[in-house]
């Protein structure tokens, strides 16, 4: 059995629910306290035992690739002025795993961006992270997803209810129930409407595929919004291989929703041991009139 050691993140994506800012910024570049998006994503994958990271990138980008890299003249700054703790923390970032970058020179969809990473991925099982997604768990998703990988052989899919309101916003699922946690896909279906979805169960940004998802998506055509669509790559693959549905345990934010970032920036803070208690002070003192 080969294992998981490979990840694909694709942060390519042009973030316009959050313009203005995304005009001069990548969105996985945005805030949560004093950490980008994006750093809590790939430690997700380094905790889970991901030892190279494949990340396609776009143009406007370049800000991720400069936060993963050296700083020595950062790094010169930090160490003459005595600030050790500082200089640890940005030596740690450049030192997290091998990380490669891959460029989707046009924004063809989620599909052709993991289709970018064959090359370098090879004949190798391998995870996908979408970079909007924060999931916090003792356990990482990721590895859990890796776990379910071992047993079964076979691709594996993240998937949680979803209220009806978002179901136009998901890859939703209809699956056989093997336990509380595991269906076998029987079919996925890119952002129906409500009233024609087959659950309310959809898929989320974590995936582990075996390479045969790389033929199915080069026999995918152009779907929703004339991209190529992951989601209409998975149901091709399962008329050929199983494919599993897991629902992970964990707290999920959606960082590419607005709502979500902010929740995603309370409850981070809230866990923040130097800011809890005067956040919280503020909080209580806050007045809506």
Excluded: W
Excluded at 242 to 253: H, I, L
């Amino acid at each position: 059995m080969i294992p998981v050691k490979k990840a694909v993140i694709p942060v390519a994506g042009l973030g316009t629910r959050f313009l203005p800012a995304t005009k001069a910024m990548p969105k996985e570049m945005l805030p949560l306290i004093d950490r980008p998006i994006i750093s809590y994503v790939v430690l997700e994958a380094i905790r889970s035992g991901i030892e190279d990271i494949i990340l396609i990138t776009g143009r406007g980008k370049r800000a991720i690739e400069d936060y993963f890299d050296d700083s020595p003249e950062l790094e010169m700054h930090l160490r003459n002025a005595g600030n050790q703790r500082a200089l640890q923390t940005i030596q740690e970032i450049s030192s997290l795993a091998d990380i490669h970058y891959v460029r989707q020179k046009e924004p063809l969809g989620l599909g052709d961006a993991v289709l970018r990473s064959e090359k370098h991925v090879g004949n190798e099982p391998f995870a996908v992270l979408l970079g909007d997604d924060i999931i916090i768990h003792n356990t990482p998703c990721t590895r859990q997803l890796m776990d379910v990988y071992s047993h079964y052989q076979s691709s594996v899919i993240a998937v949680e209810t979803v209220p009806s309101e978002k179901i136009s916003s998901y890859g939703i699922i209809n699956g056989r129930k093997i336990d509380d946690t595991i269906s076998c896909l029987l079919d996925i279906i890119e952002k129906p409407n409500p009233a024609d979805a087959p659950s309310s169960i959809g898929a989320i940004g974590r995936y582990i595929f075996t390479p045969a998802i790389f033929d199915s998506l080069k026999q995918t055509g152009r779907g929703i919004g004339g991209e190529i669509q992951l989601t209409d790559a998975i149901k091709a693959l399962c008329s050929s291989e199983p494919v599993y549905a897991y629902s992970f345990s964990g707290k999920r934010y959606d960082t590419g929703d607005k709502i979500g970032y902010l929740k995603a920036i309370i409850d981070f803070s809230l866990r923040d041991a130097e800011i809890r208690d005067d956040l919280l002070e503020y909080l209580s003192r806050i007045s809506l009139s």
